[in-house]
């Protein structure tokens, strides 16, 4: 699930982390950046328990309403659908992820008045009241999903839910594109497979053979990475870098010398790109044309090993 410039920005953050704090070593960061990945899945897994409980309210919304002695129009028509569709129950009756909310002890992390107040929200919705009382949508899976889609956009929209997030996940934003991205994907492939959520648990691939090579190759030749970084600078003084900008210049300049399937072209664009979320509104200039120099050098003098056709371009 987690994409490399999801694993470039945890790195980076690992990387500043240490610079502020000598007294903390690799090792303890390199637990926290495994840390912070597992947390990108279990915020998946999350986000996606909160969306199947708050549907599920709407059995104890009908049963509130048929409770009434005088119950209106409204109440006598109102369907619960929205948790006893198909869709919705494919996930609530997964055991794969009922083992997963366990393991990460997720219902721990909210309470059943949070899904009521989220409910109640969402209920006052257009969107929602015609679908609950349009019976033609009783058995349209297509429907029940878009109902679902709208839920989650909701909920995206919603105070509440941002507050939950960052109660339970402060750094959540850092995958926030990520994570919608694959709710969405979840909430249109549903009905739910048996083992839907491996698709979007992070792959070794990415994390440790991409992610934790990059943080040990960074950590251990510093000096090296700043020595040849710093002729470049030229009017610039080093030590009035900023230190995340220099920071991405030596994950930069590791990738361009020890990545040899990345090409240059990736490398530059994406520390460019994080620059602009992370930094100074300065920072993407001078990390673009740092980083140019950096590539025309190394070229030059024969550096840049790139294995393919276009990796140097």
Known sequence: MLSRRN????????????????????????????????????????????????????????????????????????????????????????????????????????????????????????????????????????????????????????????????????????DESLIIGAMKKTIKALPATSDFYEEYRPGAETTVEFGEALFKIVTESDQELFQIIEPTLKNWDAERVAVLDMIMLKMALCELLHFPTIPTKVTLNEFVEISKMYSTDKSKDFINGILDRLMKQLHKEGKIKKEGRGLME
């Not at 909160?50 to 002695?69: F, P, T």
Request: charged share 35%; net charge negative.
């Open 7 to 174: 694993v470039r920005i945890k790195v980076m953050q690992m990387l500043y982390s240490m610079s502020r704090d000598k007294k903390l070593g690799y090792e303890e960061a390199l637990r926290q950046y495994r840390n912070n990945v597992r947390e990108s899945f279990e915020l998946y897994l999350f986000c996606l328990l909160q969306l199947v409980r708050i549907a599920e309210y709407a059995r104890q919304d009908g049963a509130n309403r048929a409770a009434k002695l005088l119950p209106n129009d409204e109440d006598v028509r109102f369907s619960s659908k929205l948790a006893t569709n198909e869709l919705t129950r494919s996930l609530s009756g997964n055991e794969g992820f009922k083992r997963l909310v366990k393991l990460f002890k997720l219902e721990e992390k909210t309470d059943e008045d949070t899904y009521r107040r989220l409910y109640a929200e969402f209920a006052k919705s257009e969107e929602y009241k015609t679908y609950v009382y349009n019976t033609d949508t009783d058995h349209d899976n297509d429907a029940h999903r878009q109902m679902l889609l709208t839920l989650y956009r909701h909920c995206m929209d919603s105070e509440t839910f941002n507050e939950l997030l960052e109660d339970n996940y402060p750094l959540w934003t850092d």
